[in-house]
């Protein structure tokens, strides 16, 4: 037969014999299963403080309710107090008017740590308080129950070590699960931007920070290029960023310092992200606004998905060089026949899809042989330079210029006419006028570029890539028949010519 | 329906909470309401997690906030737009202080409905004054005055033991920004600039403030860090004097006499804490119409009176609030001079923030001076950092 305190014992062992997902809810059990049990008034919990001589009230159950709390009080300044309680393991209070009674959980919590790049699990002590209260008929506790009371402090303590385990395995799993998630996301992307900003979305969501935000910085980590974030209200800002000065050396200097590691109570965090020797930038969260500590085990999961992310980074940025290199002239800039013709067919297809104009426009340099011949190729190069910005720069966002072979350049002009083609012609042809070539290699004498120009457009002069160019190409020879410096529209010259025939 | 409130009425606040929900269950049966009560400590930290719900987690309907949320869970996307849901849901009947507390700063969409509010007064034991001062009144209305009251009143009941001349109406103790905010704004200075640009909280005003507030607890006049009910209160007569946004009624009713002061001032008008509750509506609500009929029914008269008198504090609305003032000539009396003067405090994003970055300075506050190493340098080096701090914040959330 169990005797009375084994039985108890064995019930409290029965009532707490479940899977809790956290401390609270074991608590929630545990607190009212007391107060039933010792017919108490109120019940408390406190994570005890040691080094701040602190309890902190995390719950309270009374008669009809248990209440989540969150504060820090020190009930506990007498030392004498608190060191009977650490070697009895239970004590009743001095300081209530009424009979109270203070026992000790102690258990163990899994805990981590990032040393040298490697997170290593260890157990860590920690201690709480349970205070039992008999306000209302002042009913002393007797030494039985005291003797029980310790008992079922350490079924408690028991019971708490499990569920923080449990719930310390649930939570890595939640944090890898989110980790895989934003891996993946970000594997599929080779738009680095896309990819980018589900990422500081995912992040902002799973580890609920108030803003995260990811600085891209030059391979050396000497200048921030870019900053996009995701503020308070999920809203995503992309900034490019000027030079910031003195500030953004000392904020380089903090990412960047080797020896940063985490600091509990702190509300923003910096995670350089590094390939190699290779700076690619930073990811830096924060909860200024909440004012919420950012946990170690989010500091160190994000740690390590910073190495992934900046590897991503990386690739995906030499991604857009070789793609860059392979799609761009070198000297002038402007995209190659390839890449070109690429776009001049899905841009012709959308013309006859959609019933819409598009011209072509080809042109080169007047005397661009002669140029070379006479000033060398340096100068030639320059005068390819210098023509290209022009193109360039005079050209609306959805034309599309190329450098089609030596000193010959094609531009697609989508949504115009051979009329407002014309325009963009004359205006080119005013800007590269304007150009002159060095006098200290053409001694003094003051030379003029010129260029000469054709044009053609859909549907009229043409259905098809080939046929356009043609066209287009016609209408430059007549130019450079009839002297160079001017730009001809092949409908045009082709009315002519019918005409002269007909003559 | 869930309903995620704070401890209005303290320990009590679910049996409360719970004849209130009464009422309104009786006229609508069909809407279930569960109440979940959190400390404010906690339900702040809730409002920066409820837009990401964990599966496990429960999404609320309806929340209690304090007034000065309204802004940052607007910016948040957290609260839901009142006037969208209801273009009838008017704010003409609300007290005038409480009325800007609701809209989205620069608008006039509603986000979240006022509920009740209180306001900071000083309440005493005329019997104990009456030994130490022929005039309280008068010797009470300055902040030095009330600091040579506490020493004559410590004097006097020297041989009681466990006497404090102030009782601490903070449940665990703590040193309370509600009180201290009178203090600061006598000396002329304040949380942020009027145009909402720069903050005034590393100023000498604002440290000499907060001094006189701390001044209390550093000569030993009102105990902190101990919890409440490990110390004898103003009914038991082991202290003279409280601050508390309660209106004394919970003392009057142990037949203890109790009178009113407004909080004294340490410049030259007294300045007391007004402190609104507002309602708002989750925007991850299933139940956003229901939650609507909760707000509306709390804002009627006779509802807003009910619960306003079963926590001690004030209707929000203008009907019932004269009904409740006029119903006592004394109340009307003493609270009208009181609420003539009161201050809320800004509707813009960080005002929470802030209070929670001076409430962590004064908690550090209360440590030093419990273990005896507190000094004016070390407050004014937290005020410094936290003046910086601040200031970062205004310039990332404007407005």
């Given at each position: 037969m169990l005797d009375r305190k084994s039985y108890t014992l064995y019930k409290f062992h029965k009532q707490l014999n479940q899977s809790f997902q956290d401390k609270r809810e074991l608590l929630e059990c545990a607190l009212p299963a007391l107060r039933n049990l010792f017919k108490l008034d109120r019940a408390y919990f406190f994570n005890w403080q040691q080094d701040r001589a602190m309890l902190s009230l995390r719950m309270m159950c009374t008669k009809e309710y248990c209440m989540d709390k969150q504060e820090d009080i020190s009930v506990v300044n007498e030392p004498a107090f608190l060191k009977q309680l650490i070697q009895y393991g239970i004590t009743e209070t001095t300081d209530l008017s009424y009979p109270a009674v203070y026992a000790l959980l102690k258990w163990q919590r899994p805990s981590m740590e990032l040393r040298g790049g490697e997170v290593h699990t260890f157990m860590q002590d920690r201690v709480g308080v349970i205070r039992l209260e008999r306000?209302?008929?002042?009913r002393a506790f007797t030494a039985q129950e005291l003797d029980l009371i310790k008992a079922l402090a350490q079924e408690i303590s028991h019971n708490l070590r499990n569920t923080e385990i449990d719930q310390a395995k649930n939570q890595r799993l939640n944090v890898s699960t989110a980790l895989n998630d934003l891996s993946t996301i970000f594997a599929s992307s080779l738009r680095l931007n896309d990819g980018l900003e589900l990422i500081l979305k995912g992040v902002q969501k799973y580890f609920r920070f108030d803003r995260v935000r990811l600085y891209l910085t030059d391979a050396y980590g000497r200048r921030i290029k870019s900053i996009l974030g995701v503020d308070v209200s999920g809203e995503v800002t992309h900034e490019d960023v000027p030079h910031m000065g003195e500030a953004e050396i000392e904020l380089l200097k903090e990412v960047f310092e080797p020896s940063v590691t985490y600091r509990s109570h702190r509300t923003v965090f910096y995670i350089p992200l590094k390939v190699q020797r290779n700076k690619v930038g930073f990811l830096a969260f924060d909860n200024i606004l909440s004012r919420r500590a950012i946990g170690y085990l989010d500091y160190i999961s994000l740690q390590q998905f910073a190495s992934q992310m900046a590897l991503c980074i990386d690739n995906t940025r030499l991604f857009e060089r070789v793609q860059e290199l392979s799609n761009?002239?070198?000297?002038?800039?402007l995209p190659v026949r390839r890449y070109f013709n690429e776009k001049f067919s899905e841009e012709l297809y959308r013309a006859k899809r959609f019933d819409l104009n598009l011209s072509l426009m080809i042109m080169d340099i007047d005397f661009f042989k002669q140029i070379n011949d006479t000033y060398g190729h340096q100068i030639g190069d320059w005068a390819l330079q210098e023509v290209s910005k022009v193109v360039r720069g005079c050209l609306r966002q959805t034309d599309v210029p190329c450098?089609?072979?030596?000193d010959e350049m094609v531009i697609m002009l989508p949504r115009t006419n051979g009329e407002e083609a014309k325009l963009i012609a004359e205006r080119l042809q005013e800007r590269i006028t304007a150009i002159s070539l060095p006098t200290r290699f053409t001694e003094g004498k003051e030379v003029h570029l010129s260029i000469s120009q054709g044009i053609s457009s859909f549907p009229q002069d043409g259905t098809n890539a080939d046929e356009l160019l043609e066209k287009a190409d016609r209408a430059l020879y007549v130019v450079k028949q009839n002297g160079r410096g001017h730009y001809a529209v092949y409908r045009e010259v082709a009315a002519q010519a019918d005409q002269a025939e007909k003559k | 329906m869930i309903l995620w409130v704070l401890p209005d009425a303290g320990d009590r606040s679910k049996e409360k909470y719970a004849d209130f929900i009464a009422r309104f269950k009786k006229e609508n049966p069909s809407i279930d309401v569960s109440v979940r009560v959190f400390t404010r400590n906690i339900l702040w930290r809730r409002m920066f997690t409820i837009k990401h719900p964990t599966y496990e987690e429960e999404i609320p309907d309806i929340i209690q906030i304090p007034h000065y949320w309204t802004a940052l869970l607007v910016r948040e996307g957290v609260a839901a737009n009142l006037s969208e849901l209801d273009p009838g849901l008017s704010l003409t009947n609300c007290l005038v202080p409480l009325k800007?507390?609701?809209?989205?700063p620069g608008t006039k969409d509603i986000y979240s409905y006022p509920w009740w509010f209180d306001v900071s007064a000083l309440h005493y034991r005329p019997d104990h004054l009456k030994l130490v001062s022929s005039n309280p009144a008068k010797d009470l209305s300055t902040w030095n005055g009330l600091l040579k009251i506490c020493a004559a009143l410590r004097e006097k009941f020297k041989d009681v033991p466990g006497y404090y001349p102030v009782q601490n109406s903070d449940w665990r103790g703590s040193l309370s920004m509600r009180h201290a905010l009178p203090c600061v704004w006598g000396k002329g200075?304040?949380?942020?600039?009027a145009d909402f640009k720069n903050t005034s909280v590393g100023t000498r005003a604002f440290k000499e403030g907060l001094r006189a507030y701390i001044n209390l607890a550093l000569n030993d006049y009102m105990p902190i860090?101990?919890?409440?009910?490990s110390l004898g209160t103003m009914a038991s007569g082991k202290a003279s004097l409280i601050l508390s946004r309660k209106q004394g009624s919970f003392n009057a009713r142990r037949g203890v006499q109790i009178r009113t002061l407004p909080v004294p001032t340490t410049g030259t008008s007294s300045q007391a804490y007004l402190s609104g509750m507002n309602l708002f509506i989750n925007t991850l609500s299933q139940e956003k119409k229901n939650a609507l009929k909760f707000i509306k029914f709390c804002a009627r008269p006779e509802n807003q009176i009910a619960y306003a008198s079963m926590i001690d504090a004030f209707p929000a609305f203008e009907d019932a609030f004269e009904r409740v003032a006029f119903a006592s000539p004394v109340r009307l009396q003493t609270y009208s001079n009181i609420l003539a003067s009161a201050r809320t405090l800004p509707n813009i994003t960080i005002t929470g923030t802030i209070m929670e970055i001076l409430k962590r300075i004064l908690a550090l506050c209360a440590t030093q001076i419990v273990a005896g190493k507190f000094s004016a340098s070390f407050l004014d080096k937290q005020l410094d950092g936290a003046a910086k701090e601040i200031q970062q914040l205004l310039s990332i959330y404007e407005g």
């Open positions: 306000f209302r008929k002042g761009y002239d070198e000297l002038t800039k450098r089609f072979g030596g | 800007n507390h609701c809209y989205q200075a304040d949380l942020v600039s860090l101990r919890e409440r009910g």
